[in-house]
């Protein structure tokens, strides 16, 4: 699948070294978003393209587009299937996209090989192939700001600081419940290493798709096996269900923990009172009180423009899908620096990508301080590898559940390293950077 910063509105300025070349009225810039509005899954994915959607389309009504260019925001429905997914891709690569967002760690996969070749980069934002984020390999994949392994190791830490220290870990019996499918198993293999380092007992409980909304036998198998901790990698219908589960069988519901995408408000309202106390891993604040949120009210919301019900905006997954936007726009305005091209292609954008730095300064000047943790992406590194935290559901509403957890690096990294390796040499004939990468 899959896998979170003076206001943007009062100016937006791009700085550039070089002079850029003028464009026509005509010249837009063509930004294409996956979305799946429809199936099992659109009760996260409706949040997250709305507001991918809303921050691109606020910056077109606000200040014109990005340096002077319009954005053409256009959607293609995938329902979250693969074979819809690459039907899309194919009907959107003849427009030059700058990026593609598959928004599906099933979709991305097999659009990695394409990449390359099509000269069009994929931002997968904390989702898809955690190896991806070794840009010696992978120079067209993006997957800020966190990897799925990144986040099932901030998992073990977090069970291991509230257990009293990460050698309290020993003999404990830590679970992961996952949707049975690509996006679901990508933390399995970071787990298991782990599970190696500290000495507890991995217990796996997958999921089926057509159980998502029936989880009976797994948690008749989590009665059984009493884990002390449980990580959700989950989305879409089988969150809700899997906290409902939860409640129903009293677990202890701060010991159940859902990735990034387990974290819709939709995921924990459904559960009642039962789900108070459910964590989940998160790494963009919730909530209106921002100022860039402020602006998509102002300027869409407001005025009949979005898709998005105005009690809607500022829920976790639609800030999600704004925080996604602003990495785009952000790459957009730096490649138009890098290139001194006002109209990019996908090639200007890698590059774009490949040097983007977000920092506290810029986030400020976004109307996004705050909002979410500084990002930067370099050549070798397409991730950063950065923090998240605990969001915590009250009962109705999510809270910040903990400070900012760091992922394990020390074991993710070279973990990274050695599938990036393993993918290159499985797959003959896989392309090499044009250009060297400095050393991390």
Not at 183 to 191: D, F, N
Not at 207 to 219: G, L
Not at 247 to 263: C, S
């Amino acid at each position: 699948m899959r896998m979170k910063h003076a206001l943007l509105g009062a100016a937006v300025m791009v700085s550039a070294a070089l002079p850029l070349a003028p464009a026509s009225a005509a010249d837009t810039i063509y930004v294409p978003l996956f979305s799946y509005r429809t199936g099992p899954f659109a009760g996260s994915g409706t949040p997250i393209v709305n507001g991918m959607a809303d921050y691109l389309n606020m910056l077109n009504e606000r200040d014109g587009g990005i340096g002077g260019v319009k954005l053409v925001v256009e959607e293609c429905e995938t329902g979250y299937d693969t074979k819809k997914g690459l039907e899309c891709y194919e009907q959107v690569k003849s427009k030059n996209p700058v990026v593609v967002n598959p928004y599906s760690t099933g979709i991305t996969l097999p659009l990695i090989p394409k990449a390359a070749i099509d000269k069009v980069p994929i931002l997968s934002m904390a989702y898809g192939l955690s190896a991806s984020a070794d840009g010696n390999t992978f120079p067209w994949v993006f997957n800020p700001p966190a990897t799925y392994w990144d986040g099932a190791s901030m998992f073990v830490a977090y069970a291991g600081q509230q257990e009293g220290g990460m050698e309290k870990l020993k003999g404990k019996k830590l679970g992961l419940v996952y949707l049975d499918a690509p996006y679901g198993k990508e933390p399995i293999p970071v787990l298991e290493a782990l599970a190696k380092d500290y000495g507890f007992e991995l217990k796996l409980y997958p999921v089926p798709a057509a159980e998502m909304q029936n989880q009976s036998s797994q948690w008749l198998n989590i009665r059984r096996d009493r884990p002390d901790w449980l990580y959700l990698q989950g989305f879409g219908a089988m969150n809700p269900t899997a906290v409902k589960e939860a409640a129903k069988n009293n677990f202890k519901m701060d010991h159940l923990i859902g990735n990034w995408w387990a974290g819709g408000d939709d995921d924990a309202r459904p559960a009642g009172d039962g789900a108070k106390g459910y964590l989940s891993l998160n790494f963009n604040q919730v909530g209106t009180d921002i100022p860039v949120i402020q602006d998509i009210i102002k300027y869409l919301v407001d005025k009949g423009k979005s898709q998005t019900p105005k009690d809607k905006v500022g829920e976790n997954l639609y800030n999600r899908g704004v925080y996604n936007s602003m990495i785009i726009a952000e790459g957009i305005r730096n490649a138009q620096k890098l290139s001194g091209k006002k109209v990019i292609d996908g090639a200007d954008m890698r590059r774009g990508l490949e040097t983007l730095v977000i920092d506290e300064a810029r986030l400020k000047e976004m109307g996004a301080a705050g909002f979410v943790a500084p990002v930067k992406v370099t050549c070798a590194d397409h991730n950063g590898h950065n923090a998240a935290y605990m969001a915590k559901w009250d009962g109705t509403k999510w809270t910040k559940g903990s400070d900012w957890i760091q992922p394990i690096k020390a074991k993710v990294e070279p973990l990274i390293d050695e599938a990036a390796k393993a993918y290159a040499a499985g797959n003959a004939g896989w392309p090499k950077r044009t250009e060297a990468c400095d050393a991390k």
